[in-house]
């Protein structure tokens, strides 16, 4: 890291002020977030010789542990540490963890979070971000020094929140400088002859995903692909969005229109792990009518009669077979009817499935018990939430709110939903956009856990969903194993997770607007007491 230029030095004093304010100066070897209050609440500003960072020493006795905390008051990422009581000494006073108190109103009714490491449930992939047009136009316009910068603070395992999943579009999505697929032309061409080499915009997008992988250190990217729509001769309507269908003419077309992108995307050197039948196929079904950008509609039997006959059997003879394919990729509401609906097209359309993917969007007027149903249904398909953002809705504020916290606990509260109910890897949105949450060609500006200063490309601001999103993505790697976690107070919501390392991560979001004291109780290290801020997320990282 360069050292730091003269009009820097305030964000060094506010993240040296922090520091000291947090009291964790002696447990933490992390760089502290360099605050910066706005109307609407507070960001950690990074720039091209500061950004705040996520480090720390795994426990490793027995009982010991981590504890990092974000919150409504401006906490980000402060650490503390400590022991569990054995159960055999409960007599003796746990030792108590604390940030301190005379910020807050203390409650005084008591919490219990019983933890059950015996009843497992699924197995996690992992967590991640899209990398979409606009993330790599906006990667674009900054210093590399920034860039690299917030390459680390994603996919970083030592410095950063951890990432490991990516979401590619397959050609354009709405979060482009306009609306493209491969082989536009020639039309009606189902041989896609001109469909030979990678779009510019590609080549782009997988130069700097090299870079990211480089600067974070971190080659255990999974890449996940979807195709929001292909060229317009081949949808009933001849146009990008709109209420269409694909020509039955080309159904092989379209399922070799993959193939042929992940031979290219291979040969410029990115192996993908999955692809999905398309993004939001009840886009151009239902919502075509306030919906703008590409789109391709399915009805369920009609998609699973192209996997089926097409996409599976062509994915599965291809020397891509291993590539994993999810269906779905639309909201919660279709769960699980879309999946019995496709064997009606095909009686082996599931059969060629490895997942199932879900976006958010309609998570708060749907219940999360439809995601047991699917896993119930289909226990060998993984689930995924695949998409989520918010100011989506005419009710809300389009665009970033800068320093948000309220809807960082949308955030928190729906990923915690989704992982008590059988999720097993969720991915965010764009990973940055910029001031106004674009660019995006329909206007279809949403929020974004960072915000690139676009003017300058010499800040970005990291929103409190980036500390949300990371109290989860760091704590809970690949492989970590869910078990049961029940808490007496529904205003303290916990899930727990066995690592593949053996160490126990729990999960813990106070959601009220009071503190509160709990004392978790693990029969197989005892117990340990935290106090909670008001409206504060917790990880809990113990050997």
Known sequence: MQPPKANDLNLIVLALLYLAVSDESTVSGSLPCALRQYPTGSVCVCNVTYCDTLEFEEPIAAGEFVHVTSGRDGTRFAQSRGRFTPTSKENIIPEVLRIPKQRFTRSTRP????????????????????????????????????RYSLYRSYYSKSVGIG????????????????????N????????????????????????????????????????????????????????WSGSSRLKSEYYQTWADYHIKYLQLVKEAGLDFWAISTGNEPMNAVIGFLFIRFMSLGWTAPSQGKWVGENLG???RSSAFRDVKLFAGDDQRYTFPWWFSQMNQGHPNATQYLDGLAVHWYWDGVTPPGLLDQA???????????????????????????????????????????????????????????????????????????????????????KQPIFYGLGHFSRFITE????????????????????RPDGKIALIL???KSSSCEVTIKDPERGTAQLHLPPKSVHSILYA
């Open 111 to 146: 919490i219990t979070l019983q933890l059950d490491r015996r009843r497992v449930f699924q197995t996690v992939v992992g967590f991640g971000g899209a990398f979409t047009g606009a993330v790599s136009y906006n990667l674009g316009r900054l210093k590399p020094e920034l």
């Open 163 to 182: 990432y490991n999943l990516l979401r590619i579009p397959i050609g354009g999505c709405d979060f482009d400088l306009k609306p493209w697929a491969y």
């Open 184 to 239: 536009e032309l020639p039309t009606n061409d189902a041989m896609l002859t001109n469909f030979t080499k990678l779009d510019d915009r590609d080549l782009m997008k997988i130069a700097q995903i090299r870079e990211l992988m480089d600067v974070a250190d971190n080659r255990n990217i999974k890449f996940m692909g979807a195709a929001w729509s292909p060229p317009k001769w081949m949808k009933s309507n001849n146009d």
């Open 313 to 315: 059997p062509t994915l």
């Open 375 to 461: 896993a119930h249904l289909y226990p060998d398909k993984l689930i995924f939430n695949t998409e989520a953002s918010l100011g989506d809705k005419p009710f809300q504020t389009h665009g970033p709110i800068l320093g948000s916290w309220d809807r960082a606990e949308s955030y928190i509260t729906y990923i915690l939903q989704d992982l008590r109910h059988n999720v097993h890897g969720w991915i965010d949105w764009n990973l940055m956009l910029n001031e106004i949450g674009g660019p995006n060609y329909a206007n279809n500006f949403v929020e974004s856990a960072v915000v690139v200063n676009s003017t300058s490309g010499e800040e970005a601001y």
């Open 479 to 498: 492989g970590s194993r869910r078990f049961e976690t029940t808490s007496t107070d529904s205003g303290v919501l916990v899930v727990g997770f066995e």
């Open 509 to 511: 979001y106070n959601k």
